[in-house]
């Protein structure tokens, strides 16, 4: 297999949030995160950066998705981005004084937590690589060794073998129906929705793959994340036509149900302009 090309991808920290160009294939952009005062999790990053062998796996995950399923993008950008909306929610909750769940039952602390989060949203789909059907069971087997490769460079035994167990928790916590019991595996599933924006549909849409989970993220222009003021998280959708509304009732609604994180979130979905944008001039069938 010839060398991946790594190209260096520089982004103000607020459009961490929202889609960005897909990368050519073979490509390596570099994860960034904001990894302020944690150098546990900015060395991991690092060594993730540096590892060939999961930039592959998701990208056999979008060919899966998209190039096969015509489906939304589950791949690098898809990641990148579930990643940092699940920090930035995993700080906001933090600050508003909820204890995650590494740091409550195994009295780790609130860097190693963002660890489990970060890891967790990074390595959820892996499974796509292999099939749509049951990915997320297969996301599992394919995450774990890498991510006991990964942790064994910055953790001692026992506490790598607690995060991995704590990562892979959170990652089959993110399928339909699932039920985290953790604060961290909550947030990587409602983080999954909330990569709702028209970036998400932009390939299979622009092929012509028109069906309600293409139009409703065509629809939504962009997602903010900021304090509440009711609850500690305030989520405001705004949306180009009220199609966009399937992404928040259908999917949102359903993440956010027994995540865990109901009692920390308001969701705010409003249509911007006078006019909603005509997605379809015509549909034949």
Request: with cysteine; hydrophobic share 40%; glycine share 6%.
């Amino acid at each position: 297999m010839k060398n991946m090309k790594t190209e260096q991808l520089e982004l103000p920290e607020d459009e961490l949030l929202q889609p960005s160009p897909e990368p050519e294939r073979g490509t390596i952009i570099p994860l960034r995160l904001p990894t302020r005062h944690n150098p546990k999790l900015q060395k991991l990053i690092d060594i993730i950066n540096q590892d060939q062998e999961v930039f592959a796996l998701w990208e056999c995950a979008n060919i899966n998705a998209v190039d096969r399923l015509g489906m939304s993008d589950h791949g690098p950008i898809h990641v990148r981005i579930v990643a940092n909306i699940a920090l930035r929610i995993h700080r906001l909750l933090v600050g508003s004084g909820v204890k995650p769940s590494v740091v409550q039952d195994h009295g780790m602390d609130q860097k190693d937590a963002e660890v489990v989060t970060v890891l967790a949203a990074l390595t959820h789909d892996l499974g796509m690589s292999i099939h749509r059907i049951d990915h997320e069971q297969f996301s599992l087997f394919v995450a774990q060794d890498l991510i006991k490769k990964w942790l064994s460079q910055v953790y001692d035994l026992r506490e790598a073998t607690i995060l991995r167990s704590e990562i892979l928790h959170a990652i089959i916590s993110h399928r339909s129906g699932g039920s985290p019991l953790t604060l961290e595996g909550g947030i990587v599933r409602v983080a999954d929705a909330l990569d709702m924006s028209k970036g998400r549909s932009r390939i299979p849409f622009e092929a012509g793959q028109i069906n309600i989970h293409s139009l409703s993220a065509a629809a939504v222009d962009r997602v903010d994340i900021t304090a509440g003021k009711v609850k500690p998280i305030h989520i405001a959708i705004t949306m180009s036509n009220s199609a966009g509304i399937f992404q928040v009732d259908e999917l949102l609604r359903e993440k956010l149900k027994g995540s865990g994180l109901e009692p920390y979130l308001e969701v705010e979905a409003m249509i911007e302009g006078e006019s909603e944008k005509k997605l379809v001039h015509l549909l034949r069938m």
